[in-house]
């Protein structure tokens, strides 16, 4: 039986991508630089690491940053529909408000609030069909519709209900985004996640499409998966679908990796690249998710992105004539422009040589130039995001990523223990290799009812998520539930999140 | 003092509304997009002291009430202010001439200003708290003997109800039920009053201190606040822990700060149900309710409302003297720390000493 897994992930400088074996074990690896079109890359990176065993691999995880580029360089987006469910409430805040001109002006294909929505027990007034018709008869041109009701995470109802109009009035081809599968409390923000969901339905397909075919061209067998904003994997059905959560894998394949080359569940996780520094962090085997939700491309959305803590500090980061610490970077340059290097520049790693801390390059062509002393202020930077993510006083076990992590020195405050793993710089794409496939859900919870019913039935919910994504139903587990008890409500409520995974089906 | 709240000025003052709040009176990012929205379709709300207007002149102090997790998913529809108006000048058969935020702390100072804008008619430069609290009787009115009666209650949906409840009590008690029959929010004016008792049963001024405040922050952080607010810092330093009690549906908790710098080895911890309502120090009372206790975060100096403080925060925590009419007997009976269960006796922030 074939067991091998490939994980692939693309980031702003380098392609990572690494062969997995039964156990976990590296088979392969290979970075290749990121390529103008990133599907070129992908092609290269699968190639280098498949080799003769193209009939064994049981799964293949992509970790890319297409979506996130499109929406931060307004390209390629898809023009969209907005029909919020709620009139005659909401009508003080119009759908798009608060977005970036440009970014509006590339999607935004009209927009309607119609009568409609749902009260926070649940109950539904009733849609104005007709008027959803006539409003629907306008978009037949457009890439997409969203579709966003108040409190639809109580009851999709009348989302579902809007859904089907869509196919009556322009047929099944035409995509639908409900804020209810997109996004989660908050009207506003639901609605934006559903917008951005219905514009990078072209892109993200694309995507899908070039890493289908470069399978086949590779003969490899495995199932296709793409990784998501939670660490987690959807599967290329899903991500069609909901291709705005493919944004953010990127640094919660790092963080995962980190967990799977140390063991360890619990942990804080620093990924040093040339330009600069996340902090995130490993709570029970995932990474840990913000508590707010995050602007993305100057949108407010309530997407859950990793707890990332992020300061301008990378190997490549340029020292000032006086020592002053960046916070320019001469990024992936650094192996022509650092002096060790034979260049011009004075930058954090020549520092880092000249201390002894790390060992690259030729360590004579520094001369008198470098400023040790440089890496206290760069050490401090460093503890301040460490006690920033830290959600208790104690020290905690810290592992040490990316390829700039040679800087940092052998102990850190805060960090019981600093963990320096075999290859860690490709552990993004380790993190990629090795993702369970999971489902979120949130609800409104009354503690008034049942409340034990209430907690499963949002846990069924998440459940059925993690299904649609392709994960294997006798192993999910609750990984997680959230609770937040709600102010001025009566009965009492509470806000619940649930999330469920278990590893790919295939 | 402003002439108006505009575009140019409404983000200054609902941040202004936001340290005011002492961490609730409602999160103030959506009603700053609405009244946002009305400015620019309406044009700017003239704020006016209650002396500009004849002493008979009718002003509405108005509100919402509700539960800030529903105002994300439901809010205006738009038409609440013009409903209440309507109501009001209904029952008074004179018109509304001008309007007033009956909190001025949080959202609920901001929301108005679209209500202005949309009906043309001037914002009071005063309101009925000077800050935020959690319930409808902690207002100045009712220490001044105003009744709440009538009052009118407006729905995103349209239905208008108009009540004469006895006392603040009842009122209180009648707007909760109203606030679920319309699905968890509504807009809310109470205690309608001439000109003249205005001058007299509310804290005058507090538009402008928002203003003010909300400006400062922006030129001088923190210490910019201070000065315009003449409060003192607390402790700045690091949330070291949020303790969340979740009885009785109020968000309650004990926020405890660390401090930093040269408040190195010090740790203040803030008792919070919405607001923050008792800061203390190795079991000594350092700032208490009536008085104003809120937390920015140390470097910008925007204020965190309760349900955003996490660990690891950097902040400063204020303290800042309430109005004069809070510390008088019948003040305190209302809003001093016995009415929320804690032990008095309320001590001044001016004599509670660091």
């Known amino acids: 039986m074939s067991a091998l897994r490939i994980g692939i992930d693309v980031g702003g400088t380098n392609t990572d991508a690494v062969l997995l074996g039964a156990a976990g074990v590296l088979l392969a690896r290979t970075k290749t630089p990121t390529t103008e079109d990133p599907i070129d890359g992908i092609a290269k990176a699968l190639g280098e690491v498949v080799g003769p065993h193209a009939n064994e691999i049981s799964t293949v995880s992509l970790g890319t940053t297409h979506a996130l580029n499109a929406i931060l360089r307004r390209r390629e987006l898809g023009r969209v529909a907005v029909l919020r469910l709620a009139g005659p409430a909401t009508q003080s805040v119009q759908p798009f408000a608060g977005w970036p001109e440009d970014l509006r002006a590339a999607v935004d294909g009209g927009s309607w609030i119609v009568r409609g929505g749902v009260e926070i027990d649940g109950r539904v007034h009733p849609l104005d069909v007709d008027e959803v018709r006539g409003v629907l008869a306008q978009c037949a041109d457009l890439d997409g519709i969203a579709i966003a009701g108040s409190f639809s995470l109580q009851n999709p109802v009348q989302e579902l209900e809007a859904a089907a109009l869509v196919r009556e009035v322009l047929g099944p081809e035409m995509p639908v985004s409900l804020g209810h599968q997109v996004g989660g409390i908050g009207l506003l923000e639901r609605e ?225 223990e600093l963990l320096r793993p075999a290859d860690f710089d490709v552990a993004n794409a380790i993190g990629a290799a090795v993702g369970l496939v999971s489902g979120d859900a949130e609800h409104v919870l009354n503690l008034g009812l049942n409340r034990e019913a209430g907690i499963e039935a949002v846990r069924s919910d998440a459940a059925a998520r993690a299904l649609l994504a392709g994960a294997n139903p006798a192993l999910l587990e609750t990984i997680r539930i959230d609770e937040v008890a709600l102010a001025y409500t009566d009965p009492p409520m509470s806000r619940l999140r649930v999330k469920v995974a278990g590893p790919p089906l295939a | 003092m402003p002439v108006q709240l505009d575009l140019n000025n409404i983000a200054r003052y609902a941040h202004g509304c936001a340290v005011l709040g002492t961490g609730g009176g409602g999160d103030i990012r959506i009603p700053l997009m609405i009244a946002q929205a009305a400015l620019a379709e309406c044009g700017p709300v003239a704020v006016i002291r209650p002396e500009e207007l004849a002493d008979d002149a009718l002003v509405l102090p108005v509100g919402g009430w509700g539960a800030p997790t529903v105002c994300i998913e439901k809010f205006d529809s738009g038409d609440e202010g013009r409903l209440l108006c309507e109501a009001a000048e209904r029952w ?263």
């Open chain 1, 192 to 416: 934006n996640a559903a917008i951005l969901n219905a514009s990078l339905g072209g892109i993200v397909g694309g995507v899908i499409d070039a890493f289908v075919a470069a399978l086949a061209t590779h003969g490899i067998v495995g199932t296709p998966y793409l990784t998501q904003n939670d660490g987690t994997l959807m599967s290329v059905e899903q991500a069609r679908a909901l291709p705005v959560l493919t944004i953010g894998g990127g640094a919660s394949n790092s963080i995962r990796g980190a967990g799977v080359l140390t063991g360890l569940a619990d942990a804080l996780v620093i990924d040093v690249g040339g330009t600069s520094t996340d902090v995130g962090a490993l709570a029970q085997g995932f990474p840990r998710e913000s508590a707010f939700g995050v602007e993305l491309g100057g949108v407010q959305t309530n997407f859950r992105m990793p707890d990332v803590v992020s300061i301008a500090l990378g190997g490549g980061t340029i020292i000032g004539a006086a020592g002053e610490l960046g916070p320019e970077s001469v990024g992936y340059r650094l192996l022509e422009q650092a002096r060790v290097f034979g260049g011009e520049v004075l930058t954090l790693s020549d520092c880092a040589v000249a201390a002894g801390r790390a060992a690259m390059g030729d360590s004579g062509l520094l001369g008198d130039a470098a400023w040790p002393e440089v890496l206290a202020s760069a050490d401090l930077l460093v503890a301040d995001a460490i006690d920033r993510m830290k959600l208790s006083r104690g020290d905690v076990p810290v592992v040490l990523v990316g390829g700039g992590s040679a800087i940092l020195p052998a102990t850190l405050p805060g960090a019981s």
């Open chain 2, 92 to 354: 008074f058969q004179r018109p509304v001439a001008a309007l007033m935020a009956s909190e001025i702390g949080g959202g609920n100072g901001v929301q108005l200003v679209s209500w202005c804008a949309r009906l043309g008619l001037p914002l009071i430069d005063a309101d009925g708290m000077g800050r935020a609290f959690p319930e409808g009787d902690m207002c100045t009115m009712h220490i001044a003997g105003v009744s709440p009666a009538p009052a009118f209650f407006a729905d995103e949906r349209g239905n208008v109800m108009t009540t004469h409840p006895i006392d603040a009590l009842w009122h209180e008690r009648i707007a909760r039920h109203l606030v679920l029959v319309s699905g968890g929010v509504i807009a809310g004016a109470d205690h309608p009053m001439d000109a003249a008792t205005v001058r007299s049963a509310t804290i005058p001024d507090t538009v402008s201190l928002a203003l003010a405040i909300g400006e400062a922050l922006e030129r001088d952080g923190v210490d910019g606040v201070l000065a315009v607010a003449g409060g003192r810092r607390l402790v700045t330093g690091k949330v070291v822990d949020v303790e969340r009690l979740t009885s009785g549906g109020f968000a309650r908790g004990v926020v405890t700060v660390e401090g930093t710098g040269v408040d190195a080895e010090r740790v203040v911890s803030i008792q919070v149900q919405n607001e923050n309502l008792i800061a203390s120090e190795s079991g000594r009372t350092i700032a208490c309710t009536p008085d104003l206790i809120t937390i920015v975060d140390a470097g910008t100096g925007e204020a965190i409302s309760t349900e955003r403080i996490r660990y690891g925060q950097r902040v400063t925590v204020l303290g800042m003297p309430c109005a004069d009419v809070w510390r008088t007997p019948k003040g305190l009976e209302i809003a001093g720390p016995e009415r929320f269960g804690y032990d008095g006796p309320w001590v001044p922030i001016e004599e509670a000493g660091l």
